[in-house]
């Protein structure tokens, strides 16, 4: 008779096991993340215009700062310094985690912010209070119902350029950047209704 340690069933659930277990290493989101479908090119937002964003949200040091595709962290970064606010950027490019890394550690605020290299569609943003976007018109509208079914009502998404498909914001602003080009920004608050 066969004890229950080497039955088939023991050796496919230890089987299972070991693969949840890989799957959940750092390694394998890095893998998941690199192979991720690209929601914009790496354009950095003007700083000017970040802090516009951050303004038009409203952040203060209660907020917890999301930016998917977090480029070189300036947006959670300038939150941090400006407002105290904790902030997580995520990026599926190695290089703009570790600029942002390193940008963090630079202006001494790597207590207050993480970044994750990870695929923007597969992130948990349920702790965040507000999330920035400067991405695409087609990529907003893909994490519309990602954002609308984890986000607590009365978050702030802010998005640089582009809208979320028939979602109207609350408020859009216009105004020209340092160099003379205008510049849209976009804020929606999140009532509780998931938005497909
Ligand atoms: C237009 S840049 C914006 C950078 C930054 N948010 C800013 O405003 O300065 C878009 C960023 O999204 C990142 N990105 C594109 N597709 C992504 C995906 N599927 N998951 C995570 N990041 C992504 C790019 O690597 C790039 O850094």
Known sequence: MQSPATSPAAWTAAAVLLALVLLAQPSFNLVAAQDAESL????????????????LAEVTSDDV?????????RIVITAALRYGARGVGIDFDPERIAEANANAELQGVEDLVTFIQQDAMTADVSDATVVTLYLLSSSNRKLRPILTRQLAPGSRIVS?????????????????????????????????RVRP
């Open 65 to 73: 700062v999301y930016d998917l595709g977090c480029g070189d962290g």
């Open 40 to 55: 914009a090119p790496y354009v950095p937002t003007p700083q000017e215009v970040v802090n516009r964003m951050l303004e």
């Open 160 to 192: 640089h350029a582009f809208r979320m498909g028939d979602w109207d914001p609350e408020e859009t602003v216009n105004f020209p950047d340092d160099r003379g080009n205008m510049r849209t920004l976009h804020l929606w608050r999140t009532d509780g």
